[in-house]
């Protein structure tokens, strides 16, 4: 069991924004095909440490790069991972 | 007319009409197209995979690349399309509403005119062509008496392709926003050869093409649009994001781009505005003002040459027109390639009020076009065979 959150983009543009904003600065973070489970928008999304969302967030709302949505998935190999979504307010 | 065929060097090739397209491209937009089709595969935003990320990675740049030239803080209001034709039509058909009315210059290219004409003749719109002088510069006191409460879009031609003449901007924009009305700028012509600020100069439209100052390959180019124009797309369809639902998105750029991106293009488009930055906008341009300033001054030297447009070559950009005394300027181009391997362009050049202003309609006029490439010598070579097609000109 791994738990990782994923942050989704309206558009390839701002996922692709996000990657080069979030490169420039010490953040770690991957852009990975949108897991199935959580949405059919933009195909590309960021995956991140839980703990490092928050941060990363807000670097983005403040870097004009627009995000469409913010999840916890607890992922066990191929099984179907448990979703949550997250609500920016409830961010550390 | 006869010409010594013997005296000809056909393996020269000069190219004067960069107008048209800019050629040769700096090596590396050759290179970056060639690798982008061999070696990035995927298509742009659609399937996740790492490749389709890189060819997302240079789309993304070449934006932002677009952005910084232009002075635009927001990548995303810059737009892909085919070519500056294409992005009028998107500008154009976008922006118009029933009932509205647009004032354009009489230097406009047929990429503005026939979109307009035909929503004029569907009884959609109604038009005021700006008229211009001799040289080009629009009128700027009709300009402030065209306005009515319908009006909601100025267009102007940033250079004509023509003559050469560039538009005074700053003042026509001033004018139209006074009047709470929008400017859109077809830059066609000046795109990546005058240093366009479009933050400073508040525009609130700007079309552009890759394929000429810009130095990029053909089938590229973009509209600027500014935070607040909303623009209905022109094509709707796929981009990769909210596949479920049949509406097309409403975030910017996808919201006026559909379909699958010129991604080998724009590869190319962006070594072209990498050899700009590097280079400097300033010394290209210094380099083709004093081409144009040779090439005019020896043009008028001969009695039996009429050049159009401004005389001071810092107000022009790209294309200078001309004509030589009793003859057809078709047959002057031809002969011009047959027998000195010299490329221009002649004709009405796709802007018939234009010619129409200069007195050249509808014979047109012989079009040059040097660029960035272009050499003092070749400019001599050129002279040297119209000073031998007009001396035969004089035999008869």
Partial sequence: MATNCYVTFPTIFYAIRAESLLKQKDFTFKM???????????????????????????YLADHQTEMEGLYQLEEDGFKMPIVKELQSDELQ | MNCNKDSVNHELNLYFDNSATSWPKPEAVYRAAEL?????????????HTRMLEADRLIYRTREALAALFKVDDPSRIIFALNATD???IALKGFLKTGDHVIFTALE????????????????????????????????????????????????????????????????????????????????QTAGTIDIDIADLDIDLLAFTGHKSLLGPTGTGGLYVKVGIDLKPLREGGTGSHSEIDLHPESMPERLEAGTLNSAGLAGLLEGINFIRET???????????????????????????????????????????????TDCGEIGYILENNFGILCRTGLHCAPLAHQAFGTFPGGTIRLSPGFFTKAGDIQFLINAIREIVALTEKG
Avoid at chain 2, 300 to 322: D, K, N
């Fill in chain 1, 32 to 58: 990975v095909p949108v897991p199935r489970s959580i949405s059919s928008s933009c195909g590309t999304a960021l995956r991140c440490a839980c703990p490092d969302l928050s941060k990363i967030r807000q």
């Fill in chain 2, 36 to 48: 982008q089709m061999r070696q990035m595969c995927g298509n742009p935003g659609r399937s996740g």
């Fill in chain 2, 109 to 188: 290219h047929n990429s503005v005119l026939r979109p307009l004409g035909t929503m004029r003749r569907n009884g959609l719109i109604t038009t005021t062509m700006l008229p211009c002088s001799l040289e080009g510069y629009p009128d700027l006191e009709f300009l402030e008496n065209a306005y009515q409460p319908q009006t909601s879009l100025l267009v102007i031609n940033h250079a004509s392709n023509v003559i050469g003449t560039v538009a005074p901007l700053r003042k026509m924009i001033e004018s139209a926003h006074k009047k709470g009305v929008k400017v859109l700028v077809d830059a066609a």
């Fill in chain 2, 280 to 326: 400097g906008l300033d010394q290209i341009r210094e380099h083709e003002t004093a081409l144009r300033r040779s090439l005019r001054e020896q043009l008028m030297e001969m009695r039996q040459i009429t050049v159009y447009g401004p005389e001071e070559a810092a107000e022009c950009a790209g294309s200078l027109s001309f004509t030589i005394r009793d």
């Fill in chain 2, 87 to 89: 992005a009028l039509n």
